[in-house]
T-cell receptor, first 115, second 115 residues
Framework: AQSVAQPEDQVNVAEGNPLTVKCTYSVSGNPYLFWYVQYPNRGLQFLLKYITGDNLVKGSYGFEAEFNKSQTSFHLKKPSALVSDSALYFCAVRDGKAAGNKLTFGGGTRVLVKP | DVKVTQSSRYLVKRTGEKVFLECVQDMDHENMFWYRQDPGLGLRLIYFSYDVKMKEKGDIPEGYSVSREKKERFSLILESASTNQTSMYLC??????????????FGPGTRLTVL
């Protein structure tokens, strides 16, 4: 079985400060990891993914994420947050052993960037 | 530009009604998915399909059924709506085989209220 945990329901950060959104996962095979963002009244938008290779993955809107196999984590980061980054962020995992292209999502973390 | 559309943004139905939610993608994707999104629970997979006329149960299929008669269209059916099916419903699609790790593209969502 595959699972994802986002330990923080909400993250508050001042504009211009670094932003980190935490994610840990559990799979039996190799993990395929994804981050999505949801702006108010919108569907989810893909930010970035880790499949293999470099542990630091760069994505859209200046976001990046670091894959850490020993800690089974895939934290999302942005060096300097903008007010427009305020949104709901979801981490998702797919077990490389499992067929079906099926993602399991975390519960989401709401990010509030204050001016 | 990739596009996933859902037939309604908001829907209000009464307990016991049969409800159809429609999803159409214009990207010739093989895989299509239906999720429900509830606060604190993230996205939970209801059903998915990796080919026309094929369907697989997700994590919470009870009370739902699906239909995929054409590649671009994936319908979610609530046979007899109940109040606990009040939720945001999100459709998604992705390219590739059942073993691929391509990102999913999401529609804007349908907020369903069952009275």
């Amino acid at each position: 079985a595959q699972s994802v945990a986002q330990p923080e329901d909400q993250v508050n950060v001042a504009e211009g400060n670094p932003l980190t959104v935490k994610c840990t996962y559990s799979v039996s095979g190799n993990p395929y990891l994804f981050w999505y963002v949801q702006y108010p009244n919108r569907g989810l938008q893909f930010l970035l993914k880790y499949i293999t290779g470099d542990n630091l993955v760069k994505g859209s809107y200046g976001f990046e994420a670091e894959f850490n196999k020993s800690q089974t984590s895939f934290h999302l980061k942005k060096p300097s947050a903008l007010v427009s980054d305020s949104a709901l962020y979801f981490c998702a995992v797919r077990d490389g052993k499992a067929a079906g292209n099926k993602l399991t999502f975390g519960g989401g973390t709401r990010v509030l960037v204050k001016p | 530009d990739v596009k996933v559309t859902q037939s309604s943004r908001y829907l209000v139905k009464r307990t016991g009604e049969k409800v159809f939610l429609e999803c159409v993608q214009d990207m010739d994707h093989e895989n299509m998915f239906w999720y429900r999104q509830d606060p604190g629970l993230g996205l939970r997979l209801i059903y998915f399909s990796y080919d026309v006329k094929m369907k697989e149960k997700g994590d919470i299929p009870e009370g739902y059924s699906v239909s995929r008669e054409k590649k671009e269209r994936f319908s979610l059916i609530l046979e007899s709506a109940s109040t606990n099916q009040t939720s945001m419903y999100l459709c998604a699609s992705s390219f590739g085989s059942s073993f691929s790790y391509n990102e999913q593209f999401f529609g804007p969502g349908t907020r369903l209220t069952v009275l």
